[in-house]
């Protein structure tokens, strides 16, 4: 899928990949699409918690060798 | 939908007590909150302009993990067990403690406290420092960062009776 920002947040340990995907979300337009990076296995549960509260949506998570993919949409 | 509000007390004045404020601070603030943070008694050294005097104390705390931040495998995961009554005489035992621990910290990614810090105050968190306490501990205005308020504890209740998340560190 496409995006518009990625965000390399691989080594990072809580809350820096969610404070770093808030800002670069913060450089994007509304509809555009962040891809996140990250190596912080406790950012699953907290990239959904941060979609639900903040009204962005999260379009798919994925792993792959220790290393999670995320897709969000900005609201 | 009305903008949420937390009010942390922040009491604490050691390296790894400094975390729990700045980082619920932080993540509270990314989620769109409104935070202030009321520094009180030992947690007005996280309002210091030099933060590099917050240390951990393993002395008199056994829920703390005493693991090396180098070496094999099989070193880091060693647990030194090493008795209050050793860890009180040996000169500057606090400052290799602490050393190791940012090296920990280091290790795994995690923010330091002076990041957190600039992270809050760029978003916007507001800090306040107990007044009574600035003055009871003979600290000076000056030995803090700026951008921050001074006030008690009905400055405190202003916000916090407000608030939806209000916590005591």
């Known amino acids: 899928m496409n995006f518009d920002k990625e965000l390399d947040a691989r080594g990072l340990n809580c809350p820096l990949p969610i404070l770093r995907t808030k800002k670069s979300l913060g450089e994007l337009e509304s509809g555009q699409v962040l891809k996140v990076s990250s190596t912080d296995p406790g950012s699953v549960k907290d990239m959904q918690a941060f979609a639900k509260q903040t009204g962005n949506e999260l379009l798919s998570t994925a792993e792959n060798g220790g290393e999670f993919i995320f897709l969000m949409r900005k609201h | 939908m ?24 932080s993540t509270a603030a990314a989620l769109g909150y409104e935070v202030q943070i009321f520094f009180t008694f030992y947690g007005l050294q996280l309002l210091k302009k030099d933060l590099s005097n917050l240390k951990v104390s393993p ?15 099989w ?27 940012k090296q920990t910290i280091a290790n795994n990614g995690v923010a330091t406290i002076p990041d957190l810090r600039d992270l809050c105050q760029e978003a916007e968190v507001k800090m306040i420092a107990c007044q009574m ?7 000076d205005h000056s030995d803090f960062i700026g951008d921050i308020e001074y006030g008690g504890a009905a400055t405190f209740f202003e916000f916090a009776g407000e608030t939806d998340i209000c916590l005591f560190i």
């Not at chain 2, 306490?133 to 600290?139: C, D, Q």
């Open chain 2, 75 to 101: 070193f880091k995961g060693i647990n030194w067990n090493i008795p209050n009554a050793v860890q009180s005489l040996v000169p500057g035992y606090e400052n290799i403690a602490t050393g190791l621990m």
């Open chain 2, 133 to 139: 306490t600035v003055e009871l501990f003979g600290f």
């Open chain 2, 59 to 73: 002395l008199g705390n056994p829920g703390m993990p005493m693991k090396m931040p180098f070496g094999p495998k």
């Open chain 2, 2 to 25: 009305e903008t949420k509000k937390m009010a942390l007390i922040a009491t604490k004045g050691t390296l790894d007590w400094a975390y729990p404020p700045f980082i619920l601070a």
